[in-house]
């Protein structure tokens, strides 16, 4: 009867024991992780090389979200995100409530059509009289005698407000197809013979069945090239730890060549 009591002892004392083991054992360092909510653009252009880039880097894990410019900033707002991308500028109100824009890329907004149309080039005054249904025919523009499609990305996307204000300075833009995501046109245009679109310059670099088209005979990356668009982070606050890490990569040498090997421009 009195070996009970012992065991019962003896068993106590090798439990407390293993799980004090248990308690000292080394554990794996905890993988460091960033929210990334990012514009389509950004992620076609810049993001998705640079953040294979950045990870291998740093070990930091980017979970990343792509998007509209407008539904990244939102989601850095509601906390669902670290850092935004955007192509839009931040609005002043924003910068009031202690949101920070860190610009990164000066990128051209290229006009782009099927790479079986004939048309090359195109005038700054026709290209608003296209996108606002005024010409409504390639072989007014020295084509075919085809209709114009015109495929647009959605309007809450930077694209789309930037096309707005810089081409069509708020004449109505019309259009026959919306695609969901700004980088989703270049799809719509590759499989579509007859269609004109607007995208990003660098998200086009590499992309089959489109080409680019001048205007007022001038290309994206030429001098004098009439429009552009700014790529963006927006942090809340000055960034910080990884947040700093991430947006600073933009600014070292590897991002700034695949901004480069993009036809882009850094600032900074």
Not at 137 to 148: R, T, V, Y
Not at 149 to 164: C, E, R, W
Request: proline fraction near 4%; glycine fraction near 6%; aromatic fraction near 10%.
């Amino acid at each position: 009867m009195t070996r009970l009591p012992l065991l019962s002892k003896t068993i106590t004392a090798l439990l407390v024991l293993l799980l004090t083991c248990i308690a000292t054992l080394p554990t794996a360092d905890a993988v460091e992780e960033l929210r990334y909510s990012c514009s389509a653009q950004v992620y076609e252009a810049f993001a998705k090389e640079a953040i294979e880039v950045f990870e291998r880097k740093t070990g930091i894990i980017v979970n990343t979200y792509v998007s509209s410019s407008r539904t990244a900033v939102s989601r850095l707002m509601m906390d669902f995100s670290d850092v935004a991308s955007t192509t839009q500028p931040l609005s002043h109100k924003r910068i009031e409530y202690g949101y920070a824009q860190t610009p990164f890329c000066w990128d051209y907004l290229a006009v782009i059509a099927n790479t079986t149309c004939p048309v090359n080039d195109i005038s700054s005054k026709n290209l608003k009289k296209v996108f606002s249904k005024g010409i409504t025919n390639w072989k007014e523009l020295g084509g075919m005698d085809h209709k114009i499609y015109i495929v647009i990305p959605a309007t809450d996307t930077g694209a789309f407000k930037n096309f707005d204000s810089l081409i069509m300075s708020h004449i109505e833009l019309r259009y026959d197809f919306l695609a969901t995501k700004s980088t989703n046109v270049m799809d719509a245009t590759r499989y579509m013979p007859d269609t004109i679109s607007f995208i990003s310059y660098g998200a086009t670099q590499n992309q089959k069945g489109i080409k680019i088209l001048s205007i007022d005979g001038r290309k994206p990356g030429e001098k004098e090239y009439p429009y552009g668009q700014v790529f963006s982070y927006i942090t809340r606050g000055e960034p910080t730890g990884a947040v700093k890490k991430f947006v600073d990569f933009a600014f070292t040498e590897e991002g700034k060549e695949i901004i480069k090997r993009k036809g882009m421009n850094s600032i900074q």
